[in-house]
């Protein structure tokens, strides 16, 4: 394992975050239950807007079990980005679904709507049974969730949102997480606000999110001894956690402005370089949790950055290789208009974390002039 001077999206946590995890400890509360865990939660469900949360181990859980409690099942299709993280196809394979992998536009790297309507069509007419829509929310960018939301209505079908990347970022003004019949959030340590490890399942359902709180405590049922009618899963989020994810929340936006900034540096730096732009197009509303550059030019490719910067001790990745080109989902089906093949050609991801120092970014920002005045 290489050891990163600059890593990609390190943590940011500091004096606050030390408090509440030390006055967490002293109270007696290292029990996975207690306070701050209900308080997280609350507050958590009061910044997106939403009814109610549930925090859990990870993201991944969540979207298992927002699956498993709005009835996806077996012999059932998800409808799904291709362009995302592992984790959203697994989750589908974890209730006996069947993923369906759609592409994306090139300037967001968010599905294409118009071709997720195509891939619905073309499985009804099939006779297929669709258990869900799924898209994802790209490096913070939310996807276009008007017209996801309408498509869902269409087809009649819930509308579980990914929004694992996008804690912070908004739609139209509305905060990413409050869309869907339930939307997800990750707080795994690379995200803009960790909690180390952990996820929150979301929804404006409370029915829905007594269930999810039941199944993820081992569906113990409200008995004096150790009583169980359904198969339930220990995927509770744990008091001490959720303490340091209260102080990662009252930063939010702190970290958040410092990642625009960030983005901007790059956007200045990249202004000036022809074939090379920032994915995501306007980004407003987005909470900057990655930034990545696509770059169309010829003179050279965004592996060849990479290797300079990792020289460096400088950490980039490419973008999420795409789902259908993942040896585990080679058998399944997908709609593709090729665009997320092309942005993983050639798309770079640059160091991005809140915790970056100035001192840091200058020193990526040299490393990248030195790459671009050699080619």
């Not at 536009?105 to 069509?121: F, K």
Request: charged share 20%.
């Amino acid at each position: 394992m290489t050891d990163f001077r600059i890593y990609l999206s390190a943590p940011d946590v500091g004096d606050l975050e030390r408090e509440y995890i030390v006055r967490a400890l002293d109270s007696g509360w290292a029990a996975p239950a207690g306070p701050d865990l209900a308080a997280f939660e609350a507050e958590v469900a009061a910044r997106v807007g939403v009814k109610a949360a549930v925090a859990l181990s990870s993201g991944t859980a969540a979207l298992h079990l927002a699956l498993l409690v709005l009835g996806v099942s077996a012999g059932d299709v998800v409808i799904t980005s291709t362009l995302t993280f592992a984790a959203t196809a697994n989750a589908i394979r974890y209730v006996g679904a069947e993923p369906h992998f759609v592409d994306c536009d090139r300037t967001t790297g968010n599905i294409d709507v118009e071709l997720a309507s195509a891939a619905a069509a073309q499985l009804r007419s099939e006779g297929r049974s669709i258990g869900a829509l799924l898209p994802v929310d790209l490096f913070g960018k939310c996807a276009n969730m008007h017209a996801l939301t309408a498509l869902a209505r269409h087809l009649d079908v819930p509308l579980v949102v990914d929004a694992a990347e996008s804690m912070g970022a908004t739609f139209d003004g509305r905060p990413a997480g409050s869309f869907g019949n339930a939307s997800v959030l990750s707080f795994n340590g690379n995200k803009v606000m960790t909690t180390s490890g952990g996820g929150m399942f979301l929804t404006d359902d409370v029915d829905l999110a007594d269930r999810v709180r039941y199944l993820s405590t081992q569906a113990r049922q409200p008995v004096s001894h150790y009583e169980h009618t359904d198969v339930g899963y220990n995927y509770r989020l744990s008091n001490l956690l959720a303490s340091l994810g209260r102080a990662q929340l009252a930063r939010l936006d702190q970290m958040i402005a410092r990642r625009r900034e960030i983005r901007e540096a790059y956007r200045s730096l990249f202004d000036s370089v022809a074939g090379v732009e920032i994915l995501g197009g306007a980004d407003d509303q987005d909470n900057c949790w990655l930034t990545s550059i696509v770059a169309s030019t010829t003179e050279w490719a965004p592996d060849q950055l990479q290797h300079h910067l990792l020289q460096r001790g400088i950490e980039s990745r490419r973008l999420w290789k795409p789902m259908h080109l993942q040896p585990v989902y080679a058998a399944s089906r997908s709609t593709l208009n090729g665009n997320s093949d092309w942005l993983f050609d050639h798309g770079l991801t640059l160091p991005s974390g809140s915790g970056m120092s100035d001192g840091d970014l200058q020193t990526v920002i040299d490393a990248i002039g030195e790459f671009l005045a050699r080619q």
